[in-house]
């Protein structure tokens, strides 16, 4: 069992920045692959970016390639999503997740763990 919690979410403007943490509890954290998602209101999930258990593989959606940016830290049992270059069209509920699958995995129906979620709303 895992448990997640995202926070960092906020209010920036067009062009600014926001950093998102996810801490997970329990002492297996590396044995997660971890990966963000995003979901509009009336809307299906979408994927954003994952990382390998290890951190050195990650994956990216096309829309937020070199502007986004996942990283973990599995001493601290914590997964970020630098992201950068924010644009209105990013603003939207977080959702960091995790899977048991070694490799950074975009299909949401292979995590098994979500967190709450974290609000992000780019202002133009």
């Known amino acids: 069992q895992v448990q997640l919690v995202e926070s960092g979410g906020g209010l920036v403007q067009a062009g600014g920045s926001l950093r998102l943490s996810c801490a997970a509890s329990?002492?297996?954290?590396?044995?997660?692959?971890m990966g963000w998602f995003r979901q509009a209101p009336g809307k299906e999930r979408e994927f954003v970016a994952a990382?390998?258990?290890?951190?050195?593989?990650?994956y990216y959606a096309d829309s937020v390639k070199g502007r986004f940016t996942i990283s973990r830290d599995n001493a601290k049992n914590t997964v970020f999503l630098q992201m950068n270059s924010l644009k209105p069209e990013d603003t939207v509920v977080y959702y960091c997740?995790?899977?048991?699958?070694?490799?950074?995995?975009?299909?949401?129906?292979?995590?098994?763990?979500w967190g709450q979620g974290t609000q992000v709303t780019v202002s133009s």
């Open positions: 997740a995790a899977s048991t699958y070694y490799g950074p995995t975009y299909n949401p129906r292979e995590y098994n763990y």
């Open positions: 990382v390998s258990r290890s951190g050195d593989w990650t």
């Open positions: 329990g002492r297996t954290f590396s044995m997660y692959a």
